[in-house]
């Protein structure tokens, strides 16, 4: 029996290279164009192999010029096309410098863009520092937003684009992992969602996938923990947590040709049971039990343009008005509703942080952030309770 070279997918009795003439090309990515944010490790390292491994020319970047020059030289030896440059996506002029170079080695044309970076800072809400905020909303949402904006015109240009952003689960539901993390993740889901109705016009399609617990340099170290490794095997259906090429499957399928009609999902990689406050019950008792004393967080704006005009200074001025203002509130809050024995929390949302609507994409990211701000105490969320008008 021949065996299965690298490159090499089967379809019916017929062995094809990865990236070849296959069934009217609707699984090949031969001759597109991909970036792909922070390819040098954990998902971002699956993702540039499975893309590059279908055909496509993949440019990815690395704060750490050692690690992506091993990466480059490995893939090349794999013989997938891959190009690479130094970049910190937390600083905005590097990210404008990236897609420089991404426009003159493609020649102003792509067909995917990746957002993959992310981080985390795991602590309790009450004691992280407005540092802290900027760090993690700055490298999961801001960098990506503004990615995205930068992309635009290359990705229409292409004919044919794909955005594809790596959330996570936290974004979906309150998981006790860093309520800035939740809240970051839901803006990217809403983001996503957001510009699948903007950009569906110019042939752009947006999509989101959202893993469980993935085995990756980010999370290794609290996987490493027994007790609490025992803990997420019980709440998964498979038994285990995932593993990045189970996610970069995922993500390339959404490239694909064959998936064009697919737009504006979150795709979960999801862990089974059922989602805190999904119960009738629970959502009354919670509210009965915490709805005396409190704090309302009302202030909003908003700036309404469309997404490839907006500047730093206005994303700063929504995020900062409709979602930093409102955490910063419920950190200095926090000690007066627990000593009050029943407080509640009470944000003014809007039903553009659930589904798209053109009303301004920042202000549908800055909403999806405040209904994904569940704040965890002990085994559930309480104290946080979103209300969407």
Known sequence: MKSIDQG???IGDNMVQAGSRCRDDRLSLLGMTALVTGGTQGIGHAVVEELAGLGARVHTCSRNE??????????EMKGFQVTGSVCDVMSRGERVKLMDTVSSVFSRRLNILINNVGTNIWKPTVDYIAEEFSTVMTTNLEYAYHLCQLAHPLLKASGVGSIVCISAIAGVVALNVGSIYGASKGAINQLTKDLACKWAKDNIRSNCVAPWFIRTPLVEAVLND??????????TPLGR??????????VAFLCLPASSYITGQIICGWRGGTPPFASARWRVRLWVQYSVIGIINNVGTNIWKP??????????????TNLESAYHLCQLAHPLLKASGVGSIV?????AGVVALNVGSIYGASKGAINQLKIWHGSGPKTILGVIV
């Open 8 to 10: 090499e997918i089967k």
């Open 347 to 351: 944000c003014i949302s809007s039903i």
């Open 307 to 320: 997404t490839v005009d907006y500047t730093a200074e206005e994303f700063s001025t929504v995020m900062t």
């Open 226 to 235: 027994e007790q609490f490794l025992k803990l997420v095997n019980a709440r």
């Open 66 to 75: 050692a690690n992506l020059n091993a990466c480059l030289h490995d893939w």
């Open 241 to 250: 947590p995932g593993e990045p090429k189970e996610v970069s499957s995922f």
